[in-house]
Structures are given as structure tokens and as C-alpha cells.
């Protein structure tokens, strides 16, 4: 069973860039995944991010194409995010999640990270 | 604004059924069969409960059940018990290049 762990800094500055790292335990981030970020600011509802393949292919959300990265390590069986020039609006908790290529869902989710964005 | 539209909340005694509706568009839940429905306790992560409309994963209960007429899924939960109280959130593949979006969220209070 794929198990997913979020890591990175809690706390990021204004306009600078929130990085986030989703471990990958289980299984191979190799395999015929795609694997997520989603996040969800505090009382509100879900919003995709992105996706990316093994391949390194990837897909963004229109709203936040510009800022966002999303990269894969497969020497460490990891995929991270990169969001750059945030504000507060971006203050959320963020998961990483696996849409398996049987499922059309995001089938498993990490436990979620929260990152405030303040001086 | 979310892309799909979920009633705020909805709420049902033990025992009893209820039924959370998805309401998008021909581009969305319409177009393709990838409406996939998850729970969320507070404090914790979302769990998946129904994939491709009216699947069940492995381990999910068989109360939950899932159906799609034209632009609008819906969640059905046959026998609500005190633990199924939780916010539910219903996704779908978009043709649109965001690709997944997510409704508003429903919160579902067992009385």
C-alpha cells in the first residue's frame, strides 16, 4: 500500500516561494501514477494544484500555472512542489495525493502540511 | 467560487438516508464518468469513498453509494451513523485544462 508524507517549511515570507517535498513509501513513483497537490486554505474547500507523471510530464491549475513547479525525483522516490511569489491567500494546508491509472480519483492522500504565509 | 456546486450542508438522523448532490456542467460531471466523492473528518486528510460515479475502493462501507444523472452526481449514505458526520467534497475530470475540480464541500451533521 502507497503511503505519502508532505514535508517542507511551515512558515514562508511573503513573495517568496513555499517548497514542499511528497515522500513516497510503498511503491514506486516510477509506476502509472499521476501524482498531485491539492491544498485547502483554512475553512474552505479543496483546490487542485497539478499533476505530474514519472515521465516529468505535468499539468497546472490555469490559476496558478505561473507560479507553480512541480518536479519528480525518482533517485528518492519523491515529487515536489514550488510556488513562488505568495501572499497570504496562499496560507493552506497542502497534500500530496496519487491518482492511480485504475482509479480516476485521488485514491491516497499524505496527512497534509499547513503553511502560513506572514513576515 | 467552486467549480462544482454542493449544497452547504445537509443533516439526517441515525438510521436514516440522505443524499449530497454535484451539480457541473456537460464539460465536467456531464461529459465523463470520473466523479469521485471524499470524506473529511476535521483535522484530518480526505478519504476517498466513491470513484467513476458509483465505484467503491476497497474497505468503504457499502452504505455509501454513488450515481450521476446528466451534469449532477450524487452521494448517498443508507443508514447514517454518528461517524459519518464530516465534510464530503465531490471531484471530476474537467475538459478544461485545470483537468480535476472540486465542489464547495458538504457538511453532513448526524442529529
Known amino acids: 500500500q502507497v503511503q505519502l508524507q508532505e514535508s517542507g517549511p511551515g512558515l514562508v515570507k511573503p513573495s517568496g516561494t513555499l517548497s514542499l517535498t511528497c515522500a513516497v513509501s510503498g511503491g514506486s513513483i516510477s509506476s502509472s501514477n499521476w501524482w498531485s497537490w491539492v491544498r485547502q486554505p483554512p475553512g474552505k474547500g479543496l483546490e487542485w494544484i497539478g499533476e505530474i507523471y514519472h515521465s516529468g510530464s505535468t499539468n497546472y491549475n490555469p490559476s496558478l500555472k505561473s507560479r507553480v513547479t512541480i518536479s519528480v525525483d525518482k533517485s528518492k522516490n519523491q515529487f515536489s512542489l514550488k510556488l513562488s511569489s505568495v501572499t497570504a491567500a496562499d496560507t493552506a494546508v497542502y497534500y500530496c495525493?496519487?491518482?492511480?491509472?485504475?482509479?480516476?480519483?485521488?485514491?491516497?492522500w499524505g496527512q497534509g502540511t499547513m503553511v502560513t504565509v506572514s513576515s | 467560487q467552486s467549480a462544482l456546486t454542493q449544497p452547504a450542508s445537509v443533516s439526517g438522523s441515525p438510521g436514516q438516508s440522505i443524499t449530497i448532490s454535484c451539480t457541473g456542467t456537460?464539460?465536467?460531471?456531464?461529459?465523463?464518468?470520473?466523479v469521485s466523492w471524499y470524506q473529511q473528518h476535521p483535522g484530518k486528510a480526505p478519504k476517498l469513498m466513491i470513484y467513476d460515479v458509483s465505484n467503491r475502493p476497497s474497505g468503504v462501507s457499502n452504505r455509501f453509494s454513488g450515481s450521476k444523472s446528466g451534469n449532477t452526481a450524487s452521494l448517498t449514505i443508507s443508514g447514517l451513523q454518528a461517524e459519518d458526520e464530516a465534510d464530503y467534497y465531490c471531484s471530476s475530470y474537467t475538459s478544461s485544462s485545470t483537468h480535476w475540480v472540486f465542489g464547495g464541500g458538504t457538511k453532513l451533521t448526524v442529529l
Open positions: 495525493a496519487v491518482v492511480p491509472a485504475a482509479i480516476d480519483a485521488f485514491d491516497i
Open positions: 456537460s464539460s465536467d460531471v456531464g461529459g465523463y464518468n470520473y
